[in-house]
């Protein structure tokens, strides 16, 4: 079963620009999430979708949105990039949210994002 | 406001030795726990994890302890080996509005030297 696959791995944008990103999830999965990682900060949550529907979003100005697609693809954006944009955003599928706290992630290999 | 922590960014030990990974949490309603793993390039993959209802998990070289009074847990690995270099995440889960909320701490890189 293919993994995780995230499109473009590398990208060099400049400031104002904006921005796609895009996820494909383990076939089967139908939940999808997005983080940004940043030295010192760890794996922050932006959101996650289910059913095309976000679910939950966290702490990250409108700049960033995402949307997801009836066969599960995802896609975020972000607009009017910025220098502390520059940042690895990671994608992670899972089978279903549910209420088990073990409902593993399955992490794509990320798109190293680079604003200059 | 950094709901999981963990206070050591890096942490150097000898192959052969036992590695400790410490994480702290601050919200009591956090019902999992997991450790994921992350190679340079790669995405993280899942470790271990382990349920509120228990104090230790083990699976292999990896057992996964849990002080709910204290809302810390570690990840011990013994042996250490050179290809369990890497970043190491705790990560914790709670059942919120309908849906599990998974939060990410911030990381800790783990050096096995030869």
């Known amino acids: 079963k293919a993994g995780v696959t995230q499109t473009p791995r590398y990208l060099i944008k400049t400031r104002g620009q904006q921005v796609t990103l895009s996820c494909s999830p383990i076939s089967g999965h139908r939940s999808v999430s997005w983080y940004q990682q940043t030295p010192g900060q760890g794996l922050q949550f932006l959101f996650e979708?289910?059913?095309?529907?976000?679910?939950n979003k966290g702490n990250f100005p409108g700049r960033f949105s995402g949307r997801q697609f009836s066969n599960s693809r995802s896609e975020m954006n972000v607009s009017t990039l910025e220098l502390g944009d520059s940042a690895l955003y990671l994608c992670?599928?899972?089978?279903?949210?549910?209420?088990?706290?073990?409902?593993?992630?399955?992490f794509g290999p990320g798109t190293r994002l680079t604003v200059l | 406001d950094q709901q999981v922590k963990q206070n050591s960014p890096s942490l150097s030990v000898q192959e052969g030795r036992i590695s400790i990974l410490n994480c702290d949490y601050t919200?009591?309603?956090?019902?999992?726990f997991l450790w994921y793993k992350k190679y340079p390039a790669e995405g993280p993959t899942f470790l271990i994890s382990?349920?509120?209802?228990?104090d230790k998990n083990e699976d292999g070289r990896f057992t996964v302890f849990l002080n709910k009074s204290a809302k810390h847990l570690s990840l011990h690995i013994v042996p250490s080996q050179p290809g369990d270099s890497a970043v190491y995440f705790c990560?914790?889960?709670?059942?919120?509005?309908?849906?599990?909320?998974?939060?990410f701490g911030t990381g800790t890189k783990l050096q096995v030297i030869p």
């Open positions: 919200n009591s309603m956090f019902d999992y």
């Open positions: 979708y289910f059913s095309e529907t976000q679910r």
């Open positions: 992670a599928s899972s089978l279903v949210p549910g209420t088990s706290g073990s409902n593993e992630q399955f």
């Open positions: 990560a914790a889960s709670v059942y919120s509005g309908g849906y599990q909320k998974v939060t």
């Open positions: 382990i349920s509120s209802i228990k």
